[in-house]
Every structure is written in C-alpha cells, then in structure tokens.
C-alpha cells in the first residue's frame, strides 16, 4: 500500500509468513537508499533506521515472543514515509529462534551469529531510492523502463502480451520526447497508467490468461508493479 502527500512518499507493508514455516517472523528489514523521515511498527513491534553494514536500511524488530508474527499469519502496519522515489529494494525477514545454553564447558565454543544478510529469508520489494542526479525527463524515461523490466522478470507483472504493451508505451513516449512532442509524450505516459490500472486486482475485464482465483479475479499486474511503475511514471507526468 503506497499513498503520496506532496513529495513525500508512505509505504506500508504487511508481512505474511508461510503456513510451513518452522519459525516466526520477529524481523523484518529494508534495504534504503533514503534515511525515513519517519517510521511506525504493529503493536509489540518496534521500528528504527540506520545503517547496517554496507547499507542503509528501515527495520521492524518484535519485542517480545507473543508479537512474533505466527507461521500461516500476516500482520500490517510497518510503515514508513519519506522524500524519495520507488525502486525496487532488498529486504530480509528473521525468524525467531530459542538461544543457545551456555555452560562453563561450552561458553568458549559459542560462535557470532551470522550477519542478517546471511541468516534470514531474502526477496524483493518496493522501497525508497534516491532522485538521480539526472532528473530529465529522458534520464526518467529511461529508469522507468528499466523499472518495467525488472518488474516482468520479477514475475510481478504476469503477462507477456502486458510488458509488452506497456513497453511499447514507454517507447512512444520517448520517441514523442525526442522529436520535441511533450503533449504526445504525456499522452503516452497517461495510457501506460491507464494500462495498469485495468491489469490491477479487480480492476478491467479479464484478458486470455487470466482465470478467477479464490476471492476475486487474478491480476496481471500486482500491487507492487503498480505503485512502483504508476508513482514513476506520474513523477515524470509533472515534469512534462
């Protein structure tokens, strides 16, 4: 769920742990390019930033064993909002495990845990990326359609026949851009939005492909593509 107010951005996350899970979840992490200007958690969990090890990064630490969110469970409300654009972020999830007994013939042999990075489960979502430095709408063209790429790749627009619509969209647009046709070039932007807009959940008539799933029509486009693409594309909308 992502919602804007002026040039702030707030991203708030559910984490869902597998009904197989041998573990709880009691943390969950961010990589960040942006430092948050703020930061909230569920009840029983606690939010912070900083920077760990080689990266910034915004996380949810439960604070005691009955917060822990429970194998086959999903909790909301890690949040947090910034000045920045959406990009696509690492983000790691720690289960929660009983410590080890330490006694005096043992207390030696106890090694460091792992790092996070290492120790825990990884995948990918949306989150905070600084503005580049080349804010032209060319530059921002050429980032949205990388941003289209990796979202396709990543599985979480599930349609060829849709990448390739939007892409061609996106590359109208820079045609138009670079023959000097800011109007076409807007009005390419605008049906690339439209676009994700009927591929959400719910959203449009269904498309070959596509069936009914428990609860409600399957979408092409998930909820992370279209907030990273639809916010990208509108940043350059207001630049044209």
Known sequence: MTATRGDTIRLSYALTVGGGSAQPANFFLLRSDVHPAAVSAPVGWYASSGVIEDSSEVD?????????????????????????????????????????????????????????????????????????????????????????RQSCHLGWIRNREVCHDLGGRLLEAARDLSAGHAREASEDLREFVRIL????????????????????RQALVNDEAYWLLRLNAEHILARL
């Open 60 to 148: 949810w630490s439960s604070l005691a064993g009955g917060a822990d969110v429970r194998p086959g469970a999903t909790e909301g409300g890690y949040e947090a909002e910034a000045v920045a654009l959406l990009g696509i972020v690492t983000y790691r999830v720690q289960g929660r495990h009983a410590p080890p007994v330490v006694t005096d013939s043992t207390e030696g042999l106890i090694q460091s845990p792992p790092s996070v990075w290492v120790n825990s489960v990884a995948g990918s979502t949306v989150g905070f990326v600084a503005v580049p430095s080349d804010t032209s709408a060319g530059a921002l063209l050429a980032r949205l359609d990388s941003l289209l």
């Open 197 to 216: 807009r009927e591929r959400r959940p719910g959203e449009g008539e269904p498309e070959p492909g596509e069936h009914e799933a428990r609860g409600g």
